[in-house]
């Protein structure tokens, strides 16, 4: 109901946080800081008097009407502790900013709750939030997601600032901010606001929905008063957690609000962001390519838009597979037949091949796991055909598969990312029902000879009558040739990437442990091992190694070899590819 809420009408919905929101970063609530500041007095002001400790630790307020001046509250404190604005900052940013210990452990820094409602404002949902809290998170989240927030934290800003409606973002901190040392804390500060505070509340309470978080109304009778007394045009929402209390229950009542049951503000929030981005996508027109690619390089960097993410890939990934079947021949298997259905297959599995390459390029790591989990929802691919075809047509079925995960592992090596390529290798697994004795291992089900063989790949029209020495090698460099050209790499280098891929998955298909009564191919050949594509090792001809070894060791000795380190195990990184090199001797053909 709120998600459509906010959904249907951008900016008309408000928030209102209070401490239980920052609570779970380490900041301490108002009163919490007031009893430790007493207890520091009571400290300073006679180190040894044990009862005295006790006291101001057990009843501040007791403490400080014995032995303080005036009435307790931060001025006061203050006051006795700090004689100056800069002494006083410095002794309350303990309680505020976090140290390097706190960034470690995640504390006193914006909250998954913080950087949600972040989002909201940015997309434009949310635009006033009214705050109790004095910390500086939601600024913090906002400047991260790069807004700029008009900020009101003392009453007598008021009458200057931006009206709330034709600001973008407006946080009204209603008890101030610490870095103004003017907060509202006592029983008699929270009784009753200055008239400007009633003045604003009472507009966001008439003119918005409301969706309070983490504030329980046991303490601010003023700003009860005001909840209370403003008649609402739109509707009243509350987290579970903090609305248990007899007066959030008659404000509930009383204007007829809705509690949302919620563990935690994290929680709330990030849901509520992401049912409204659901109604987005829901509300949007058909992708095009393009417009997907530029949805997926907004979501890789926000870990917010992971869900996002992958349901874009998953989308388009059921499309694919929904669309192979109506491809597939029901009766010929005539080459000319055959052929126009590689065609085919290339051009339905194009679109998710363009996501899953530009995801590639532009993450930074975090997303390895979501091309992975894409190439395995190829690999499950089932296909049923008639029994004088599935033969052949089952051994394509992975052929949108193997373009996938070609594309992807030119594009990890063309950008030095040799640990997705193992990932996408290793990772996923798929037992073919036809073949049961095969190797499991994504490496091996997609091995060139287990999806096209070198004979289907020579005996196809498209060469017109001529016949290749790596036939399954050069038929997949040749159909993502443009593909490539279309990505921005001109074909010198795609070829000799497409050669570092064949040479890698190569050596990862010759490091894979055995499998114990499963059938391996040898690792794959290709146009790698031909004799023009091998060199002298250092200007010595008699020992000669392929250029994608020469090209693979430049490659370790930049980025090291720690996306190996499982596969090679106690091997040798240079022994072992020196072993690989003595096996690819033998496919070399002259």
Same mark, same amino acid.
């Given at each position: 109901?709120?998600?459509?809420?906010?959904?249907?009408?951008?900016?008309?919905? $408000? +928030?209102? /946080?209070?401490?239980?929101?920052?609570?779970?970063?380490?900041?301490?609530?108002?009163?919490?800081?007031?009893?430790?500041?007493?207890?520091?007095? %009571?400290?300073?002001?006679?180190?040894?008097?044990?009862?005295?400790?006790?006291?101001?630790?057990?009843?501040?307020?007791?403490?400080?009407?014995?032995?303080?001046? =005036?009435?307790?509250?931060?001025?006061?404190?203050?006051?006795?502790?700090?004689?100056?604005?800069? $002494?006083?900052?410095?002794?309350?940013?303990? #309680?505020?900013?976090?140290?390097?210990?706190?960034?470690?452990?995640?504390?006193?820094?914006?909250?998954?709750?913080?950087?949600?409602?972040?989002?909201?404002?940015?997309?434009?949902?949310?635009?006033?939030?009214?705050?109790?809290?004095? !910390?500086?998170?939601?600024?913090?989240?906002?400047?991260?997601?790069?807004?700029?927030?008009?900020?009101?934290?003392?009453?007598?800003?008021?009458? $200057? %600032?931006?009206?709330?409606?034709?600001?973008? $973002?407006?946080?009204?901190?209603?008890?101030?901010?610490?870095?103004?040392?003017?907060?509202?804390?006592?029983?008699?500060?929270?009784?009753?606001?200055?008239?400007?505070?009633?003045?604003?509340?009472?507009?966001?309470?008439?003119?918005?929905?409301?969706?309070?978080?983490?504030?329980?109304?046991?303490?601010?009778?003023?700003?009860?008063?005001?909840?209370?007394?403003?008649?609402?045009?739109?509707?009243?929402?509350?987290?579970?957690?903090?609305?248990?209390?007899?007066?959030?229950?008659?404000?509930?009542?009383?204007?007829?609000?809705?509690?949302?049951?919620?563990?935690?503000?994290?929680?709330?929030?990030?849901?509520?962001?992401?049912?409204?981005?659901?109604?987005?996508?829901?509300?949007?027109?058909?992708?095009?390519?393009?417009?997907?690619?530029?949805?997926?390089?907004?979501? /890789?960097?926000?870990?917010?838009?992971?869900?996002?993410?992958?349901?874009?890939?998953?989308?388009?990934?059921?499309?694919?597979?929904?669309?192979?079947?109506?491809?597939?021949?029901?009766?010929?298997?005539?080459?000319?037949?055959?052929?126009?259905?590689?065609?085919?297959?290339?051009?339905?599995?194009?679109?998710?091949?363009?996501?899953?390459?530009?995801?590639?390029?532009?993450? !930074?790591?975090?997303?390895?796991?979501?091309?992975?989990?894409?190439?395995?929802?190829?690999?499950?691919?089932?296909?049923?055909?008639?029994?004088?075809?599935?033969?052949?047509?089952?051994?394509?079925?992975?052929?949108?598969?193997?373009? %996938?995960?070609?594309?992807?592992? @030119?594009?990890?090596?063309?950008?030095?990312?040799?640990?997705?390529?193992?990932? +996408?290798?290793?990772?996923?697994?798929?037992?073919?029902? /036809?073949?049961?004795?095969?190797?499991?291992?994504?490496?091996?089900?997609?091995?060139?000879?287990?999806?096209?063989?070198?004979?289907?790949?020579?005996? +196809?029209?498209?060469?017109? =009558?001529?016949?290749?020495?790596?036939?399954?090698?050069?038929?997949?460099?040749?159909? +993502?040739?443009?593909?490539?050209?279309?990505?921005?790499?001109? #074909?010198?280098? #795609?070829?000799?990437?497409?050669?570092?891929?064949?040479?890698?998955?190569? /050596?990862?298909?010759?490091?894979?442990?055995?499998?114990?009564?499963? #059938?391996?191919?040898?690792?794959?050949?290709?146009?790698? @091992?031909?004799?023009?594509?091998?060199?002298?090792?250092?200007?010595?001809?008699?020992?000669?190694?392929?250029?994608?070894?020469?090209?693979?060791? !430049?490659?370790?000795?930049?980025?090291?070899?720690?996306?190996?380190?499982?596969?090679?195990?106690?091997?040798?990184?240079?022994?072992?590819?020196?072993?690989?090199?003595?096996?690819?001797?033998?496919?070399?053909?002259?």
């Amino acid at each position: 109901m709120l998600a459509t809420g906010i959904h249907a009408q951008p900016g008309v919905y $408000a +928030l209102l /946080l209070g401490s239980g929101v920052s609570r779970s970063a380490g900041i301490s609530t108002g009163w919490e800081i007031v009893s430790h500041l007493v207890q520091k007095v %009571a400290a300073a002001a006679d180190p040894d008097d044990a009862e005295s400790h006790a006291l101001a630790q057990s009843d501040p307020e007791a403490w400080w009407s014995q032995h303080g001046e =005036g009435d307790l509250g931060y001025s006061s404190l203050l006051a006795a502790i700090a004689p100056s604005s800069a $002494a006083r900052q410095g002794l309350l940013a303990e #309680y505020f900013e976090a140290s390097e210990e706190d960034r470690a452990s995640g504390m006193k820094i914006p909250t998954a709750a913080h950087a949600a409602i972040a989002q909201l404002v940015k997309d434009g949902w949310v635009k006033v939030i009214v705050t109790t809290n004095f !910390d500086r998170l939601m600024e913090q989240a906002l400047d991260a997601a790069g807004i700029a927030p008009q900020v009101i934290s003392r009453p007598d800003a008021v009458e $200057a %600032a931006t009206p709330v409606a034709h600001a973008n $973002a407006t946080i009204i901190k209603l008890h101030g901010d610490w870095k103004d040392l003017e907060f509202r804390n006592t029983l008699d500060e929270l009784n009753t606001y200055p008239q400007p505070w009633v003045e604003l509340l009472r507009q966001v309470c008439n003119e918005y929905g409301l969706l309070i978080s983490g504030w329980s109304a046991e303490w601010d009778k003023a700003l009860v008063g005001v909840l209370e007394s403003t008649p609402r045009r739109y509707p009243l929402y509350w987290d579970s957690r903090s609305s248990k209390s007899q007066v959030a229950q008659n404000l509930l009542a009383h204007h007829g609000g809705h509690v949302i049951p919620s563990d935690t503000s994290d929680q709330l929030f990030t849901s509520l962001t992401a049912s409204v981005e659901a109604l987005t996508r829901l509300a949007e027109p058909p992708l095009s390519t393009a417009m997907a690619v530029t949805r997926l390089k907004r979501a /890789l960097p926000d870990p917010l838009r992971r869900i996002e993410l992958q349901d874009l890939l998953a989308e388009y990934a059921d499309q694919l597979i929904q669309a192979l079947p109506g491809l597939a021949p029901s009766t010929s298997r005539e080459w000319s037949v055959m052929d126009a259905y590689l065609d085919e297959m290339l051009a339905a599995t194009t679109p998710l091949m363009t996501l899953l390459v530009n995801g590639v390029r532009y993450d !930074d790591g975090t997303h390895t796991r979501q091309w992975v989990a894409t190439l395995q929802r190829l690999l499950n691919l089932s296909t049923s055909q008639p029994a004088a075809l599935i033969q052949t047509v089952d051994e394509l079925r992975h052929y949108p598969a193997l373009l %996938a995960l070609r594309a992807m592992s @030119v594009e990890a090596v063309h950008n030095g990312k040799d640990d997705v390529l193992v990932a +996408l290798l290793t990772r996923p697994h798929w037992d073919d029902p /036809l073949h049961q004795r095969r190797s499991t291992i994504a490496a091996d089900v997609l091995h060139m000879l287990n999806v096209v063989d070198n004979d289907f790949a020579n005996g +196809l029209p498209r060469w017109e =009558g001529q016949r290749w020495v790596y036939p399954s090698s050069h038929l997949l460099k040749s159909v +993502l040739m443009g593909f490539f050209a279309d990505n921005g790499i001109e #074909y010198a280098a #795609y070829r000799d990437l497409c050669h570092d891929v064949e040479y890698r998955t190569g /050596l990862v298909q010759f490091l894979l442990p055995s499998q114990e009564d499963r #059938y391996r191919h040898n690792p794959n050949s290709g146009e790698f @091992v031909h004799e023009d594509s091998w060199q002298a090792v250092g200007n010595n001809w008699d020992n000669q190694a392929p250029r994608a070894e020469i090209r693979f060791r !430049d490659h370790l000795a930049r980025n090291g070899s720690s996306a190996w380190k499982e596969l090679l195990g106690e091997r040798d990184v240079d022994q072992a590819v020196v072993d690989y090199r003595n096996l690819l001797l033998q496919y070399t053909r002259r």
